[in-house]
């Protein structure tokens, strides 16, 4: 059964431990995993800047925390998704200015390059930007991401679009 973003969405979001996260949780979902993202309430009695080194830390603390405490009901509800929609799940949790993903995957993705393209991720290599040419390609695929999340948004909503178009089909008489 393939099932869509919003059954997966649902079913998480109705599966989670109101307790675990301050509001809904935010789902991705791609053809090989599922990412479950929660905010964490921040913890109480720090002071300091919001970006300072004291929340930092207590926010990368409470993430931890929270990674420790969850860790068994975690792996209950990932075998559960496993089984029910046929994809990892990856947990992270956000709190404070720090969002920590763990458990997640690591696909391995074919493609092909000319020479020109070939030289960058080189490029980025041999400047010690990159470790491999698999490292300086996802840099410059995260880099991509950061840069153009507004027109991939876009995208994505007209995609969505043409699909539930597909999905209704022409009307028969």
């Excluded at 509001?23 to 921040?42: H, K, M, W």
């Excluded at 068994?72 to 990856?90: L, T």
């Excluded at 070939?118 to 400047?127: K, Y």
């Amino acid at each position: 059964m393939s099932s869509t973003s919003t059954e997966i969405t649902g079913w998480l979001r109705g599966r989670l431990p109101d307790a675990w996260f301050t509001g809904p949780a935010e789902v991705s979902v791609d053809r090989e995993e599922i990412q479950v993202l929660g905010t964490l309430a921040a913890p109480e009695g720090i002071e300091g800047e919001p970006d300072g080194p004291e929340i930092t830390e207590a926010a990368h603390g409470r993430i931890s925390r929270f990674r420790e405490d969850t860790r068994d009901e975690r792996i209950a509800i990932a075998r559960e998704a496993e089984h029910r929609f046929g994809r990892k799940i990856a947990w992270g949790a956000e709190c404070g200015p720090v969002r920590g993903v763990f458990t997640n995957l690591a696909v391995p993705v074919m493609t092909r390059l000319r020479q020109s393209e070939r030289i960058v991720l080189d490029t980025l290599v041999d400047a010690g930007v990159a470790r491999s040419r698999a490292d300086a390609l996802a840099w410059c695929v995260r880099l991509v991401g950061e840069h153009s999340e507004d027109w991939l948004g876009q995208l994505r909503e007209a995609m969505t679009s043409v699909q539930k178009l597909r999905d209704e089909g022409p009307a028969t008489s």
